[in-house]
């Protein structure tokens, strides 16, 4: 046995009307656009990044897998968006030293930055068991003005002896929550 539900209005708890039907199989909504989750972009190194052990380094993001709205700069590696709004970000650096047959890593610290000063941080400290290679992830939810305000991603990676190397494997993505 089929049921059947007929209604002319459908009105929200206060009384707004969501959806209305004509009776002829026309109907208007007044439920919000879908929502566009842009401006997006996800980032890479092209190739390994050289680095000076236990020194804070902008990553030089010159790959572009996805920049919905050219929002991010591959020449100062910074997302710029054009939309204010609240964004989730989220950035994974690999690190390795640049004697990669050495196991003397000690640590790998990211940071994403909003307007050159951290929004957030993480370490991942080897303490006396160094290893070879490693990554650190870090997120945030980062509120935008959409006209100046800007992200970069900054890490170190220290080694017990010898410089630090950022990999190609070495990623950023973000993209717009809330308008």
């Not at 609240?86 to 909003?114: D, E, H, M, W």
């Amino acid at each position: 046995m089929a049921s059947t539900i007929q209604v002319d209005t459908i009105k929200d708890i206060g009384g707004n009307t969501m959806l209305s039907s004509n009776g002829s199989g026309t109907f208007t909504s007044n439920l919000p656009a879908s929502v566009s989750n842009t401006p997006a972009f996800n980032v890479k190194l092209s190739s390994n990044q050289d680095v000076s052990s236990d020194t804070t380094t902008v990553v030089a993001f010159n790959s572009e897998q996805v920049d919905t709205d050219n929002a991010f700069n591959t020449t100062t590696y910074r997302f710029i968006p054009q939309t204010a709004g609240k964004y989730f970000i989220a950035f994974t650096i690999y690190a390795l030293t640049v004697s990669a047959g050495n196991a003397n890593l000690q640590s790998i610290t990211a940071n994403i930055r909003k307007n050159g000063s951290n929004e957030t941080q993480v370490v991942q400290d080897y303490n006396s068991s160094f290893i070879r290679q490693g990554c650190a992830t870090t997120t945030s939810v980062i509120d935008m003005n959409g006209s100046t305000d800007y992200i970069d991603f900054t890490a170190s990676s220290k080694a017990g002896s010898g410089d630090g190397r950022f990999e190609n494997h070495t990623r950023a993505n973000g993209f717009l929550l809330i308008g």
